[in-house]
């Protein structure tokens, strides 16, 4: 399995983004995929999660702000991220869930300047 996340950069307080996370060798409506992120210094956490076996899960802190969707037939995960604070810098990692591993993505760097 592997993941490929896109669509980081550099954006200015307020703006949006729109993260995309590419699974081959899986097929993501299968399985429970997520977004957590890491900011420097600090653990990695949650921010989304979808499965078809379970409720769409947010972090409290991009509720009303984030939305993880799925594309079936791209075999892909996306995070809409609008209204973005300087709190949600961080390298952000697609995770994809399976009852045998756990497979995480190569990373993408998202920076909110204040």
């Known amino acids: 399995v592997q993941l490929q996340a896109s669509g980081g950069g550099l954006v200015q307080a307020g703006g949006s983004l729109r993260l995309s996370c590419t699974a081959s060798g899986a097929i993501v409506s299968r399985n429970a995929v997520g977004w957590y992120r890491q900011a420097p210094g600090k653990q990695r956490e949650l921010v989304a999660t979808?499965?078809?076996?379970?409720?769409?899960r947010y972090a409290d802190s991009v509720k009303g702000r984030f939305t993880i969707s799925r594309d079936n037939v791209k075999n892909t995960v996306d995070s809409q991220m609008n209204n973005l604070k300087s709190d949600d810098t961080a390298v952000y990692y697609c995770?994809?869930?399976?009852?045998?591993?756990?497979?995480w993505g190569q990373g993408t760097q998202v920076t909110v300047s204040s």
């Open positions: 995770n994809l869930y399976t009852p045998l591993r756990n497979y």
């Open positions: 979808i499965s078809s076996a379970a409720p769409t």
